[in-house]
């Protein structure tokens, strides 16, 4: 087994062992007791809906690799070790820096414990196994605390975080959060790019879609493609908790963000949230997704997690990419050294929970055989279809997967230093055709950067 090492904060909470058991509201036969959301929150056609975009599929073998760079020293009252939960691309960002071929800048969340937002440059990247070989991005705007005390970060446990800029109809940046456990509360929000005064808004309900399946990854939908979703600029925002809490695969849906003139008061509820990836139902008022193995994505296990997404596109082709650290072969709840830790095991006479092992494999969760960084790519054209109500929100599968452990630098998880996720947030240039994705604690604690360039 090559888990050598575990996050061992991310899953600390579990030990009441919530997340494996099976809640009534979790079981197939009940669901058809239960008017779905789906079904409650299902749109009319919209008669303005453009027609889904012809064109090829982007596929693993277009993605060239570039290299990666390091990130710089900590700034304002953070810094970019255990860092990797959001991360988004600013066109208008470092203007000196565009004759490198790397135009641009890079907006994104820093240390797991304060998640505050810093802009740095983007230098260009190098291909090599050796750390001193890479350049280091330079901060343009220190670390700020981008939701102003929307989202009170010391309280939460084990928070979650989306960050993606959009320039419709004015430039904004837009932030997702989240926590290891909640029902329905707000979650998203936006802010200006001017980090010493970024003027949040927010916090917002995501329509009557469970946290645990809207608040993490956050990404552009490119014109085209919105406008056959519904008419007006487009985010997408998703979640894949692990556990079968978000239902059995990733979750992903579409929504116009809240109007800059006139946004609503903090607390209010956002319309019109579409379904492009829900592989499950949404019962009405029930924090966790009714799902059964026939709803499931293909190689489903309950310790992957997915925490980075981009709708790629390169002229007429396109695919919607999430990243993150799959769980391969057999998998268990319990311990990363392989105990296993049966949910009822505490309610038997007499109890016959195992013992717990020393540190640093004494926290509790989801484990594997072994574990990849991975990259699925899905085909647009169904997830816009699911938006439309034209295909269930389970039916899309990934046609395409790329493995990254051959780019990483530190392709092992670690307990010892809490490295329970491979690979983190995801950017997309979408002009130059740039990806960028973070690797997380590979230098030292800090994480890096890699770049994929789509040649087609």
């Not at 950017?427 to 994480?447: H, M, P, Q, V, W």
């Amino acid at each position: 087994m090559r888990v050598k090492k575990s996050l061992a904060v991310s899953f600390m909470v579990l030990v009441l062992c919530i997340s494996c058991q099976a809640s009534p509201s979790n079981t197939p036969e009940n669901s058809a007791d239960h008017q779905t959301s789906q079904e409650a929150l299902a749109e009319e056609s919209d008669p303005r809906q453009a027609p889904i975009p012809a064109g090829s599929l982007i596929r693993p073998d277009d993605l060239v690799y570039r290299g990666f760079f390091r990130l710089p020293s900590g700034s304002g009252e953070s810094n970019w070790e255990y860092s990797g939960q959001g991360l988004t691309y600013y066109p208008g960002g470092d203007p000196a820096g565009e004759a490198d071929g790397f135009p641009g800048s890079l907006f994104g969340f820093g240390h797991d414990h304060q998640l505050q937002v810093s802009e740095i440059s983007i230098p260009a990247p190098v291909i090599s196994g050796n750390l001193a070989d890479a350049p280091t991005a330079a901060t343009l705007q220190a670390f700020t605390d981008l939701t102003e005390g929307v989202f009170p970060i010391e309280q939460m446990t084990l928070p979650r975080a989306g960050l993606a800029y959009l320039s419709h109809p004015e430039p904004r940046l837009h932030f997702t959060f989240g926590q290891h456990f909640q029902d329905f509360e707000p979650s998203h929000g936006w802010a200006g790019l001017d980090l010493s005064q970024p003027d949040a808004r927010g916090a917002w309900l995501f329509g009557e879609y469970s946290n645990y399946v809207t608040n993490d990854y956050l990404f552009e939908i490119p014109s085209s493609w919105a406008e056959a979703i519904t008419p007006g600029p487009m985010l997408a925002s998703g979640r894949a908790r692990e556990g079968l809490w978000s239902g059995r695969g990733p979750a992903l849906f579409a929504y116009n963000p809240a109007g800059v003139g006139n946004p609503p008061v903090p607390g209010e509820t956002l319309s019109g949230i579409l379904p492009l990836l829900l592989y499950g139902e949404q019962l009405l008022g029930q924090p966790d997704i009714v799902s059964d193995p026939s709803q499931s994505v293909i190689d489903y296990h309950e310790a992957d997690h997915w925490w980075g997404g981009a709708w790629l596109t390169a002229g007429d082709a396109a695919a919607v990419v999430l990243a993150g650290t799959k769980a391969v072969g057999e998998e268990w709840y319990g311990f990363a050294n392989g105990v296993v830790w049966e949910h009822d095991c505490a309610g038997s006479q007499p109890p016959t929970c195992p013992d717990v092992p020393e540190w640093p494999f004494d926290d509790r969760g989801f484990w594997a055989e072994d574990f990849q960084a991975q990259m699925i790519f899905f085909d647009p054209a169904e997830l816009a279809a699911v938006a439309r109500g034209e295909m269930d929100s389970w039916v899309p599968q990934p046609y395409a997967t790329l493995v990254l452990d051959q780019y990483l630098l530190a392709p092992e998880l670690d307990p010892a230093i809490y490295k329970r996720d491979l690979v983190g947030a995801m950017a997309f240039d979408r002009e130059n055709g740039l990806i960028y994705l973070t690797e997380r604690l590979a230098d030292e604690y800090k994480s890096l950067i890699h770049v994929w360039e789509i040649d087609r």
